[in-house]
């Protein structure tokens, strides 16, 4: 029998899962997906005689998804409304174009929440280009724009402008992983939470099967754990004790406590390998399980080797042990994630920024840099450690040392542009491996 493209377009209902629906063909954004199977959670209407012929279309205003034809136990209806929930299969598509570039994460993906971005500072006719940015402009998305506006480093929310509801960067200066966020604040239902983040995306922004979502998460996470475990004071390791306890059982935070030097280094393991589960966790009920297909996250990277932490470490007899300590805590938290998602591996896409970023460091003239550890800003004020603090959002070409262009960090902390160049060139060369464009 030969079927009609027409009659291919009818869609079935799935009488063992009375909320899922099989599409032969859905039209979406100008391209059109085959063999969709779909979970939904609101039927918004429907027709008991024929409408005008039409494809099986979903809108990406409203999220709804309109079906030409629907058969239910033999019974046909017509112009059948749903509202998906998740996306549950697709054999393959007409296109590949990308529909949404959707961010979430930390201050290395935040595309200006705090009114500014995290590096060097560029000019209203010429704005500075993280490498969220870069990405989406790659291909050929709609530019990234903040969905949250922060006023202060604890502070956040949904833009309440209704000219922000549009964008789709929820990346926040700060976002972590871990629940408790900064010692003594928790964050765990704000924006600085990367899991709100990640709820607030799915309600907000549904996933179409062409839409990429950019993840950076953790480096604040490591952050936290290395100064805590480098300060020795009895406040540094009662803070160390509370950190772990959030995410360690009783007895893991019981042996760190009251062991030596290499307890609290297991912890920190302990304490990785938690982290990445909660990461996992995450991604796949409130992004794999909400139909998105195109996931890129960025693994962690050894936050010793910025100049925050060399400038800390550096008199300290066991600064080397501790550079190597914490790129093997990096490594614990990386080798978990990519366990947790090797069975995804058709819709999640690692990429290992822990290596790209060392490299970068030990041999910057490779990639086009001069120098690897001198931050670009000038500083700003010292702080109570006698170490420089930085305020990015001051700095800019104006006073930027001499050849900033080809400095790896602009702070402390932060890349410069040209690393922002260079890391949504290692992310775009991995997409289009994956034929992800």
């Given amino acids: 029998m030969c079927l009609s493209p027409l009659a291919r377009a009818t869609a079935e209902w799935d009488a063992r899962q009375p909320d899922e629906v099989f599409a032969p063909l859905v039209a979406f954004g100008g391209a059109q997906y085959l063999d969709v199977r779909l979970r939904f959670d609101r039927l918004v209407r429907f027709e008991s005689q024929p409408v005008a012929q039409r494809l099986n279309q979903l809108d990406a205003a409203t999220g709804e998804l309109t079906l030409r034809e629907l058969v239910v136990g033999g019974q046909t209806y017509w112009d059948v409304v749903v509202m998906p929930t998740a996306l549950l299969s697709l054999s393959g598509m007409s296109q590949r ?27 209203a006719a010429a704005p500075t280009q993280i490498w969220t940015d870069r ?16 006023t202060v480093a604890v502070q956040a929310e949904l833009n309440p ?20 966020g900064v010692l003594g604040q928790s964050f765990r239902d704000t924006p600085f939470s990367v899991s709100r983040q990640l709820r607030d995306m799915a309600m907000l922004h549904p996933y179409a099967a062409n839409d990429v979502l950019l993840v950076s998460a953790g480096g604040n996470d490591a952050a936290d754990l290395l ?58 009920a409130d992004v794999l399980d909400r139909g998105a297909q195109r996931v890129v996250m960025l693994n962690m990277p050894n936050v010793a080797r910025t100049p925050r932490f060399q400038a800390m470490l550096q008199p300290r007899t066991e600064a080397a042990q501790m550079v190597q300590v914490a790129g093997e805590w990096a490594d614990t938290f990386n080798a978990r994630l990519a366990e947790r998602l090797a069975g ?15 490299r970068w460091i030990a041999d ?19 702080n ?11 700095c800019s070409a104006s006073n930027a040392v001499h050849g900033w262009q080809e400095h790896v960090f602009s702070d402390g902390f932060h890349g410069t542009p040209a690393v922002q160049k260079l890391l949504a060139g290692e992310v775009l060369q991995q997409m289009r491996a994956r034929g992800w464009r």
């Fill in 97 to 123: 174009a990308t529909g949404q570039v959707k961010v979430v994460g930390d201050s290395l993906s935040d595309a200006g929440s705090f009114g500014y971005k995290f590096t060097v500072q560029g000019t």
């Fill in 135 to 150: 990405v989406a402009t790659a291909l050929a998305a709609a530019p990234l724009c903040p969905r949250y506006v922060a």
């Fill in 161 to 180: 402008d209704a000219a922000f509801a549009r964008c789709t960067s929820l990346a926040v200066g700060g976002g972590r992983i871990h629940p408790l």
């Fill in 227 to 284: 100064t805590l475990f480098l300060d020795g004071s009895s406040e540094g390791v009662l803070k160390f004790v509370l950190y772990l306890s959030e995410l360690l059982t009783t007895e893991q935070v019981l042996k760190a406590s009251g062991g030596g030097t290499n307890a609290k280094i297991r912890a920190g393991h302990q304490l990785m390998t938690a982290l990445a589960n909660r990461m996992a966790d995450h991604v796949a």
């Fill in 344 to 358: 995804v591996t058709d819709r999640v896409l690692v990429v290992d920024f822990k290596t790209q970023l060392d």
């Fill in 364 to 382: 910057p003239t490779s990639y086009g840099l001069t120098n690897g550890t001198v931050p670009a800003c000038p500083p700003t004020a010292v």
């Fill in 384 to 394: 109570s450690q006698g170490l420089p603090d930085y305020e990015l959002k001051l």
